[in-house]
């Protein structure tokens, strides 16, 4: 652990004391006292970032260092935290596993194994086995490489949101290095582009960007989706706007499209699971109700979603079939079935499943935007 994890621990140690719970025990600690122990760290942000995320990158390294455990439950801000953790007591020292046979790749990674936590292991598994799956090294956003090491190679308990992985694994040699990951992982980082006012206009949480002088606005659940779309359009397309990161905000700003921006279509396409359905669903009885420009699932990109992608547990519980029906009604007629059965199941289909690599090399979806 670097010194300020050191410092950060120190201090959540010495809150736990003063609440006078047994030693052996883990002791509760809410967020606001989390803070206050944060803010007490000597040089907690020398790189004057957004210190939310300085935060939840020291958790989630103390975390994986078995100090902690944050609990389930999450705030809803932009940059999400615990609502709470647990000081975990020092346990004894676990024997350290076998070491797998490693990829030549990877061999570099021998020397790391005895002194790696044990979700840096877990991790360096998962891409081991991805590379002796011979898998095709076409360079891809990272969030779609996590999504098919992790989603294909990793455990539910140790990944159970895979293709944020690499979001918040940031220690250690492989992961703790961008630039050096991005060169084992043969991958690159995703960024919005600048905000300008001619360009791109703010919405609530969410952004559209002029792509075309179409009619036609595609929207995206998440950034990523976003980049490998526009960056894959055909020459001859027929939309206006693309349009990422709205959630629940599109329930409202579905009201302000038409009169905004001419535009006569709105596409969407977003994660297979209860609150990505929910969203466009809503959106689209809106749009009924006030006369609005229809709300249509982009058919051939959820397709290829269900052809491709690895259904993985939720982060929501299992849906009633009756929620499911209605939910999925809005999806096309052959779609059904099987997202019923993937609601119900309490499993979810993350949109990057379709990414960069398959947009680039198969036009079929450009039907969704023709």
């Known amino acids: 652990m670097k010194q300020r994890e050191i410092d950060f621990l120190g201090f959540l140690t010495a809150m736990a004391k003063r609440k006078k719970g047994r030693k052996t025990s883990r002791t509760r600690i809410g967020l606001d006292e989390v803070w206050t122990a944060f803010r007490r760290v000597p040089l907690r942000n020398p790189e004057n970032e957004y210190e939310p995320l300085v935060l939840a990158r020291q958790l989630d390294s103390l975390e994986e260092h078995g100090k902690i455990e944050q609990f389930r439950k999450r705030t809803r801000e932009t940059v999400t935290l615990p609502v709470g953790i647990w000081l975990l007591p020092d346990a004894a020292p676990r024997p350290v596993p076998p070491m797998p046979i490693w990829h030549h790749e990877l061999y570099w990674l021998a020397?790391?194994?005895?002194?790696?936590?044990?979700?840096?292991?877990?991790?360096?598994?998962?891409?081991?086995?991805w590379f002796f799956s011979g898998p095709d090294l076409f360079r891809v956003p990272l969030r779609e490489r996590a999504l098919e090491i992790f989603g294909r190679f990793g455990s539910e308990e140790d990944f159970p949101m895979p293709e944020?992985?690499?979001?918040?694994?940031?220690s250690g040699p492989l992961?703790?290095?961008?630039?050096r990951l991005h060169e084992v992982l043969r991958t690159f980082t995703v960024h919005p582009p600048l905000l300008a006012e001619d360009f791109v206009e703010k919405v609530g949480d969410g952004y559209y960007?002029?792509?075309?002088?179409?009619?036609?606005?595609?929207?995206?659940?998440?950034?990523?989706t976003w980049w490998s779309l526009v960056n894959t359009l055909p020459d001859n397309h027929r939309l206006g706007y693309v349009a990422w990161g709205l959630g629940g905000t599109f329930r409202a700003s579905i009201n302000t499209i038409s009169a905004k921006r001419d535009i006569a279509e709105v596409r969407y396409f977003g994660d297979l699971d209860l609150s990505g359905l929910r969203i466009p669903a809503a959106a689209a009885d809106i749009a009924r109700k006030q006369d609005l420009p229809p709300v249509r699932p982009t058919e051939r990109l959820y397709t290829a979603l269900l052809d491709m992608g690895v259904p993985r547990r939720g982060k929501e519980p299992p849906a009633e079939m009756s929620t499911a029906a209605e939910l999925v009604d809005w999806l096309p007629a052959d779609h059904c079935t099987v997202s019923t059965s993937l609601l119900v199941s309490g499993r979810r289909l993350a949109q990057e499943w379709v990414g960069y690599q398959h947009l680039s090399r198969d036009e079929g979806w450009y039907g969704d935007v023709c």
Do not use: C, S
């Not at 009619?215 to 998440?222: I, M, P, S």
């Open 111 to 129: 020397k790391e194994w005895r002194t790696a936590t044990d979700r840096q292991r877990a991790a360096y598994l998962a891409v081991n086995a």
């Open 164 to 170: 944020k992985t690499l979001d918040t694994l940031r």
């Open 175 to 179: 992961f703790g290095d961008r630039d």
């Open 209 to 224: 960007q002029r792509v075309g002088t179409g009619d036609v606005l595609l929207v995206v659940e998440n950034v990523t």
